[in-house]
């Protein structure tokens, strides 16, 4: 591999946005065949180094050799037609198009009268997930389908261009692990074509399983270099922190003594003939949800609140019935949902991040009529420090704020929300190692003060070290509940496969 020519050689790239120094001298190096993993915190400056080389941002200063040879990109289409292809963090599909549509916009296949010719796109299409492993609906808008869907049809996008660099920034947020172990085999094939890739994740674990080699950057710096085998997660995360960052989970209640529930779901039923599901919940515990994708989790829960179609339910808040008919109804009872696709339903990336993060609660901060800014500005600025928003102030538009920092906020506001409930739907997906420990430490913190949480995670040590119950989903059902010492990842597993095996 050593032996292969560099194909991308990124010299002294600085680029300032106003009130940031978003990348400072930065150099790095691409061999062919390589997938090279690009890490940092939050807003450490990876998408921004990723847009110049893709042509969406322009440099202040530093230039981009490809095959030695300097370039100089004013769009994305340059780039594009000089090899270099990029999977976006925020996705770049057109939302009322297909899959087909957008797989191919801007550049239809034509027949020999000059038409567009469907019939070659659908098979082409079919032929790209197919070898992704996807069984992807080809002829519905984008919009309506999942998050992880939406995500696979970015990647066949930049797949499709056939591209001699690719970058791929984020391509795993929004994946199962077992979705990204089908990508990551992609990525393989691409790499025996001599592929140069750039690949850019906060799942640690997945930089030693298909990358050669790991640059990391710091506060917009180089922050170190290193053959993948030759380090170490512990050294990767000393240099993207530059400290030493427990990765524990905080202690659970004590005594484990079931409090009172506050949420009592009985005959809760998504379809006509669907399963037929209860649970409930109970004062300061955190009760995780675990399953494989499509289990019904997200589902069930979008239901519960009124987001999502339901056929029945029974609800109890505190002992009384509650219709939950809508999210605004929900929250009146107390309870919040934050949702899993965030970048759709939770953001208002115009505003203001106090704005972002205040907005449930204007009632909160006001008295008399009269918003108390001064209490509602403390709040903000407390919760930013400690999920480590990185931005000038907290009066910086949402949309200029790096993809987990947007993420942050959204965290934050329902953090800071007073409600009873709180379901978290995939909280820590694109956020970075040091500021996952400060949101389950706030999660904890939460339920001290009663709250009860649910937790809606893909990642299982996430589930296990956090919750106090863990409900396990197959096929729709809740097949099981663990308690204590039985919440172990095998164990989960175990029961999340019956809904399969049979
Ligand atoms: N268009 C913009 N206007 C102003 N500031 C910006 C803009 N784009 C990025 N920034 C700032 O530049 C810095 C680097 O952001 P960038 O998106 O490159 O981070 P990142 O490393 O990709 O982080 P993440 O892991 O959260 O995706 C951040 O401080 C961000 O707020
Ligand atoms: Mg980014």
New binding site residues.
Partial sequence: MSHSPTVLALQGISKR??G?Q?LDDINLSLRAGEVHALL?E????????MKILSGIERPDQGQILLAGRECRFDSYRDARAAGVGMVF?EFSLIPDLDAVDNLFLGRYPRNRWARLDRRQMLAQAREMFGSLGVDMPLEVPVARLSVAMQQFVEIAKALSLQARILVLD?PTATLTPQEARRLFGLMRRLQAQQVAMVFIS?HLDEIFEVCDQVSV?RD?RNAGHARVADTSVDELVRMMVGRQVAQSYPPRQAGGDAGRPVLEVSGIQLAPEGPVNAFELREGEILGFAGLVGSGRSELALGLIGAGPVHAKQVRIDGRPRALRSPAEALACGVGLLPENRKAQGLLTEFSIRFNISVNQLRRFSRHGLLRRRAETQACEAVCRRLGV??GNIEARVG??????QQKVVIARWLSQACKVLIFDEPTR?I?VGAKAEIYALMRELTQTGVAIILISSELPEIVGLSDRVAVFAAGRIVCTLVGPEIQATELLRHAARGTAT
Avoid: I, W
């Fill in positions: 946005f106003p940031v978003a940092g939050n807003g450490a400056g990876k998408s921004t180094l963090q984020e906060h950057l917009g990185k931005a200029t704020l790096s993809g987990g920092n694109g970075d």
